[in-house]
């Protein structure tokens, strides 16, 4: 079985998600996978004993023994971290950012010319192998490291490459929308609760409902289709969903949809 060495340079939630992601997947990889963060030493201590990783103390000694190294730190660390990084990195190596505006050329334009660079956007789902993950490769990037980090991207679920330009536009839909989904849920929830039922059934309630939905969605059918079948002429789900369109709920999710990219935008630095 080949080993392949990455290096996670931030150890928060998505850093959290992946490596649960890339453990649940029984691949032709083994995966030595070290972490290192900022100052959360008891973060790393946790990390290590439940997906046996290596805690890095200082990830640029770990960074020269890495095939890939992800970065999974906030938009705003990456100015100091990639300068840093550029002292090191070699030609062999593949680079990958998740940040949310931060964009392959974003990446490229602060690392020595050639670089191979990758640009991420996962989600939190990675953690149960459901992520849906968008993939901007640069163009120096190797066919072997493009084999290399799909293995990684299976091991979290789905994945699509598409072109930088997209991920920016596609990051609400992908990276942020399940917090819009998770919203939803508690709405649905608190209902639930306030109406019949204790919060663990409300719980498989809401779950089973979305799960459901979720998987005639991707059998093909569009949503509008499975509305009407859903709503009876005349019936229940029809009064309900005049009250969404009367508060104007598919304008709402677009607005949240144009308000979290710009904000994508505004927190990547500077190129
Ligand atoms: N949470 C999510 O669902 C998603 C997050 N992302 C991206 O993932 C990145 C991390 O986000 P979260 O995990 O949510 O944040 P977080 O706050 O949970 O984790 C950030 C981690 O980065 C570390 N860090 C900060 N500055 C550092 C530095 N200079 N050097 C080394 N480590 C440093 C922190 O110690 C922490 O471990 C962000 O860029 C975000 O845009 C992308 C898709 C989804
Ligand atoms: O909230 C954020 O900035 C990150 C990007 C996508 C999901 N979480």
């Given at each position: 079985?080949?080993t392949v060495h990455?290096?996670?340079?931030?150890?928060?939630r998505?850093?959290?998600a992946?490596?649960?992601?890339?453990?649940?997947?029984q691949?032709?990889?083994h995966?030595?996978?070290?972490?290192?963060?900022?100052?959360?030493?008891?973060?790393l201590?946790?990390?290590t004993t439940?997906?046996?990783v290596?805690?890095?103390?200082?990830?640029?000694?770990?960074?020269e023994?890495?095939?890939?190294?992800?970065?999974a730190?906030?938009?705003?660390?990456?100015?100091t971290?990639?300068?840093t990084?550029?002292?090191?990195?070699?030609?062999?190596?593949?680079?990958?950012?998740?940040?949310?505006?931060?964009?392959?050329?974003?990446?490229?334009?602060?690392?020595?010319e050639?670089?191979?660079c990758?640009w991420?956007m996962?989600?939190?789902?990675?953690?149960?192998?459901?992520?849906?993950?968008?993939?901007?490769?640069g163009?120096?990037?190797?066919?072997?490291?493009?084999?290399?980090l799909?293995?990684?991207l299976r091991?979290?679920g789905?994945?699509?490459?598409?072109?930088?330009?997209?991920?920016?536009?596609?990051?609400?839909?992908?990276?942020?929308?399940?917090?819009f989904?998770f919203?939803?849920?508690?709405?649905?929830?608190?209902?639930a609760?306030a109406?019949?039922?204790?919060e663990?059934?409300?719980?498989?309630?809401?779950?089973?409902?979305?799960l459901?939905?979720?998987?005639?969605?991707?059998?093909?059918?569009?949503?509008e289709?499975?509305?009407?079948?859903?709503a009876?002429p005349?019936?229940a789900?029809?009064?309900?969903?005049?009250v969404?369109?009367?508060?104007?709920?598919?304008?709402?999710?677009?607005?949240?949809?144009?308000?979290?990219?710009?904000?994508?935008?505004?927190?990547?630095?500077?190129?």
């Amino acid at each position: 079985m080949t080993t392949v060495h990455v290096l996670f340079i931030g150890a928060g939630r998505m850093a959290r998600a992946m490596i649960a992601g890339i453990r649940r997947r029984q691949g032709p990889i083994h995966w030595d996978i070290s972490v290192a963060n900022h100052q959360d030493s008891a973060r790393l201590t946790e990390l290590t004993t439940t997906f046996r990783v290596r805690a890095q103390t200082d990830w640029r000694t770990a960074a020269e023994q890495a095939d890939i190294i992800i970065l999974a730190m906030p938009p705003a660390a990456h100015q100091t971290v990639l300068e840093t990084l550029s002292h090191h990195v070699l030609p062999h190596q593949l680079v990958a950012s998740v940040a949310a505006g931060i964009g392959v050329s974003g990446l490229a334009s602060k690392l020595p010319e050639g670089t191979q660079c990758a640009w991420l956007m996962p989600n939190i789902a990675a953690a149960v192998g459901e992520s849906m993950t968008l993939c901007a490769f640069g163009d120096t990037v190797t066919a072997d490291n493009r084999e290399k980090l799909a293995e990684i991207l299976r091991g979290l679920g789905q994945y699509h490459v598409c072109t930088e330009t997209q991920v920016h536009h596609l990051t609400a839909i992908t990276g942020s929308a399940p917090a819009f989904a998770f919203q939803f849920a508690e709405a649905l929830e608190q209902a639930a609760t306030a109406l019949a039922t204790d919060e663990t059934t409300a719980r498989l309630l809401v779950g089973q409902m979305l799960l459901g939905s979720a998987k005639l969605l991707l059998s093909g059918r569009p949503p509008e289709e499975l509305t009407d079948e859903v709503a009876t002429p005349g019936g229940a789900t029809a009064a309900g969903l005049s009250v969404l369109t009367e508060a104007q709920f598919k304008t709402r999710v677009m607005d949240a949809i144009e308000a979290t990219n710009q904000r994508a935008r505004a927190l990547a630095p500077e190129t």
